[in-house]
Nanobody, 123 residues
Framework: QVQLVESGGGLVQAGGSLRLSCAAS????????MGWFRRAPGKEREFVAA????????DYTDSVKGRFTISRDNAKNTVYLQMNSLKPEDTAVYYC????????????????WGQGTQVTVSS
């Protein structure tokens, strides 16, 4: 049974930083692409960042480029999202996802999802 468990969310002031973690268990290999998505209140879920299985290739939505960094530690089956210079518009529930269709910005490419962790950025 595959489980993705996010942690590290919380309340932070604008300009602050948070580091999200996603611990994966039950995946049959470490070759999964991992992604982060978010859903803000009243909005649809949107892509944030993705990383390929080796960590050599990453992708970010434009609004977080230069502020967020995705990384992974395959030995620990964990993917991270370092978020710096946070803005109120980053407030959302952040979801971790795993898929084996290659790095993608599209939700259907991911087979497994976590329950999400709340990030709230105050102005």
């Amino acid at each position: 049974q595959v489980q993705l468990v996010e942690s590290g969310g919380g309340l932070v002031q604008a300009g602050g930083s948070l580091r999200l973690s996603c611990a994966a268990s039950g995946l049959t290999s470490s070759t999964y692409t991992m992604g982060w998505f978010r859903r803000a209140p009243g909005k649809e879920r949107e892509f944030v960042a993705a990383i390929n299985w080796s960590g050599a290739s990453t992708d970010y939505t434009d609004s977080v480029k230069g502020r967020f960094t995705i990384s992974r530690d395959n030995a620990k089956n964990t993917v991270y999202l370092q978020m710096n210079s946070l803005k109120p518009e980053d407030t959302a529930v952040y979801y971790c996802a795993a898929g084996n269709r290659g790095k993608s910005r599209f939700s259907p490419a991911y087979d497994y999802w976590g329950q999400g962790t709340q990030v709230t950025v105050s102005s």
